[in-house]
Every structure is written in structure tokens, then in C-alpha cells.
């Protein structure tokens, strides 16, 4: 069974600039979620993609978009990158939606550095 | 009312001690309470979960006590050992909703001396 797998691992952009980071979910999981984690910080939620569609998003501003594919593999988008976006960038997947679900698998993340 | 505060922010435990970790939230809407293992340069990895009614729940070395009336949970490893080093985050969501987002602690880093 694979786990969760990121890419690229590390990425260097200047402010402005825009970013596109994937992430494949385990296999047989439909929900892939999305957090930042800022250094010395717990990680927090961007949104989530269940089936396709966004389910659930959190305080972060509309630059932040995603897409979720059939494969239910994942993308994170970040537009006209700030110096605050710089962070580590975890996916998590889970089996599905409910608590019964709810048990969430982490990528080893993207580091994402905004100069 | 969103948040999870987690204590303390360092801990340092001899080899073979007991390392505790505490958390306490304020949404009553959270029925799910997972703990994360973090290594550097690593994603955290789910160690062990709790649902609020049960008030203990141990897996090998490591235990979760849940105290529902005072919202507060915490754990327990038990024979602490230099490998256990790491950065402990204590999670919750209300898993019963579609979204089940999880709200993160602020992290314990965690040394275990030899």
C-alpha cells in the first residue's frame, strides 16, 4: 500500500510569483486535505476535497485554490506569493468524510520558500 | 472557541521516564482526538485517537486520557526512549461533520536523554 506522496519536495519562488504543489493520496482514499504549517507551528487547515468537489475550507484568502482529480490526487495553488506563504505544505488523505473517516494521513510535505 | 492549547512547549524526560502532555479545548462539538508524531523535515505521522466516550485508550507505550466534563486530554508515553524525540501535536474535530478539519495544538518538542 503507498502512503501519501508530495511533490516537489522543496521549491524556491519570489514574492508575486505564482506556485502549484501535487499530492497523491493513499490508496483507496476519496479525501484529500490540505494544511500550512508555519516553522514551530501546528499545522492549519486550508480546505479539503472530497470526491472532486471543495468540502470545507479554512481562513485562508481566495489566492489559496485546489483542485482534486478522478484519481483523487490533488493540487494546491497559491497566487501572487507573499513572504507569510512561506511554510511547509502537508496533504493529508483520509478514507472519506465522518468521524469514522476521519483518521488523516500525512504527506511529507512541500517546503515552500517566498523570497 | 476553535482552539487547542497544548502544554507544555518543551520537555525534557530521562530514558525509560514517563512523558505526559496535556491539551485542552473549549468547541464541545469535538468528538475526535488524534495525537501526531512529527520528526523534522517529516509530516506528522497518527500515533493514536480517541473518541470522547471512552476516558482511556492505550496502544503499546502510549496512552490517551480523556477527561470530557474539564475538556481536557492528554498523553502518556510510557519507558520513554531517545527514539520517541520528536514534536507531539494534540489534534480535534468534530469528525461527525462533513469536514472534519482538524485544529492542531501548538506542538510539544520532546527530548528524551539517554
Known amino acids: 500500500e503507498t502512503g501519501v506522496t508530495q511533490s516537489p519536495t522543496h521549491l524556491i519562488k519570489t514574492r508575486g510569483q505564482q506556485v502549484t504543489l501535487r499530492c497523491s493520496s493513499q490508496?483507496?482514499?476519496?479525501?484529500v486535505s490540505w494544511y500550512q504549517q508555519a516553522l514551530g507551528q501546528g499545522p492549519q487547515f486550508i480546505f479539503q476535497?472530497?470526491?472532486?468537489?471543495?468540502?470545507g475550507r479554512g481562513n485562508f484568502p481566495p489566492r489559496f485554490s485546489g483542485l482534486q482529480f478522478p484519481n483523487y490526487s490533488s493540487e494546491l495553488n497559491v497566487n501572487a506569493l507573499e513572504l507569510d506563504d512561506s511554510a511547509l505544505y502537508l496533504c493529508?488523505?483520509?478514507?472519506?468524510?465522518?468521524?469514522?473517516?476521519?483518521?488523516?494521513?500525512f504527506g511529507p510535505g512541500t517546503r515552500l520558500t517566498v523570497l | 472557541q476553535q482552539q487547542v492549547k497544548q502544554s507544555p512547549q518543551s520537555l525534557i524526560v530521562q530514558k525509560g521516564g514517563i512523558s505526559i502532555i496535556n491539551c485542552a479545548y473549549e468547541n464541545t462539538a469535538f468528538d475526535y482526538f488524534p495525537w501526531y508524531q512529527q520528526f523534522p523535515g517529516k509530516g506528522p505521522a497518527l500515533l493514536i485517537a480517541?473518541?470522547?466516550?471512552?476516558s482511556e485508550k492505550k496502544e503499546g507505550r502510549f496512552t490517551i486520557s480523556f477527561n470530557k466534563s474539564a475538556k481536557q486530554f492528554s498523553l502518556h508515553i510510557m519507558d520513554s526512549q531517545p527514539g520517541d524525540s520528536a514534536t507531539y501535536f494534540c489534534a480535534a474535530s468534530t469528525g461527525s461533520s462533513n469536514t472534519g478539519k482538524l485544529i492542531f495544538g501548538q506542538g510539544t518538542t520532546l527530548q528524551v536523554k539517554p
Open positions: 493529508a488523505s483520509s478514507p472519506g468524510t465522518g468521524w469514522r473517516d476521519n483518521e488523516q494521513f
Open positions: 476535497y472530497y470526491r472532486e468537489e471543495e468540502n
Open positions: 490508496s483507496g482514499h476519496n479525501t
Open positions: 480517541i473518541r470522547p466516550d471512552v
